[in-house]
């Protein structure tokens, strides 16, 4: 399994990315050929560029991390079904699983069995610990396993790393000796084949009843803009996290009690309230731009409380 180490240094420009992002990219661009060029992420930024990564990669990701747990990871599980349906080459890499230690199968995650069958590879190693995100554009060495509790409870750092560089090159040189040689391929689910409808018994057809005749009720009137379902569910416009859609409180449990000992509602957070992609969004503004265009137009500006 060989990786493709072409050098591609250009930021893909559909992705909506913060201005300090591409900021920092345009920095990191311009050091000298031997100054290292590695961009420090803070929590808060780990997230955004592990989905840019993702999202950007046109031939390969590999996914390492020794702890994976992805059923309730509903925007990375997107991103990633993404990536393989633009037919990018997805690999993850897992440690194997230590029965005496207690921890859940990997292979049981549903979300998993789904990814697989839409072509993630996915391979086992003994004793892995590290934790790197690659594609032919950027690396990621980061702390962050691909775990809702690392996602959302634990604090992290990450490295951002651009192809072309001598650090990168370095990344993809640890792929090819240490990961990749040790790891097993895990056999790919068997799709087992849908089952048959039951044969249902004949009946007799009914007769047909005489048309009713109309009714004399009142119409009933339209329903109130509190009865409209707009999305079918929303997300965290912190973490990301599922959640009810409301535009009164777009922000998880968690997240709200942290964000309500300020209360700012102009502060900026990183996901759509609505579709869940990384925008710059506010508790003022939960909803990126082609989300709140498919609000309803019986919705007026008086129902929608920014």
Known sequence: MALSLDRHVAVNPRVGTLASHRCQESTLAEAGPRQARIAILNPSDIQTHLFRLIDEAERRIVL????????KLRNLVRYIQSALKRKVQVSLFVRVKD??????????????????????????????????????????????NLLESSFNNSIEIGTWLLAGTPEYEAVA?????????????????????APSPPTQPSEPIAPKRPPRAASTRESRPPPKSDDIVIFEGGHCIRCGDELDFNMDRPLCRDCHGVWKQYGAKDYPEKFCHGCGAPKKTSVARPLCSPCFKELPAILDDEDIAF
């Open 64 to 71: 390492v991390s020794p702890y994976v747990r992805i059923d």
């Open 99 to 144: 029965f005496s230690t207690g921890n859940e199968d990997v292979m049981a995650s549903e979300a998993l069995a789904q990814l697989r069958q839409d072509g993630l590879d996915v391979q086992e190693l003994k004793d892995l610990h590290a934790k790197i995100y690659f594609s032919e554009k950027h690396a990621l060495i980061t702390s962050l």
């Open 173 to 193: 040189t640890f792929l090819k000796r240490e990961i990749e040689p040790t790891a097993t391929k895990v056999a790919a689910p068997a799709i087992s084949p």
